[in-house]
């Protein structure tokens, strides 16, 4: 896996949940704007300090999570 240096955790900062650089905005907050439909543009609006780079490394980081994961798929009677 690539080195995610733009996602960072703390105990004392947001529970602990993965952040941006420091950021008090976590990658599930990024995840759900961009799942959304949210471009890069809509979201700096909002938030300046996201960049290209963040959402790239939090769709990895999200990637990563899942990858051993299987989720059953209910089949057809």
Not at 43 to 64: K, R, S, V
Request: aromatic share 10%; proline share 6%.
């Amino acid at each position: 896996m690539e080195r995610l240096d733009r996602i960072t955790t703390g105990p004392g900062k947001m529970g602990g949940q993965p952040c941006i650089r420091g950021h008090r905005f976590t990658l599930e907050h990024l995840l759900n704007l961009v799942g959304a439909g949210w471009t890069l543009e809509e979201i700096q609006a909002d938030f300046p300090f996201i960049e290209a780079g963040d959402i790239q490394q939090a769709a990895a980081y999200a990637a990563f999570s899942v990858r051993e994961y299987h989720l059953p798929v209910s089949r057809p009677a």
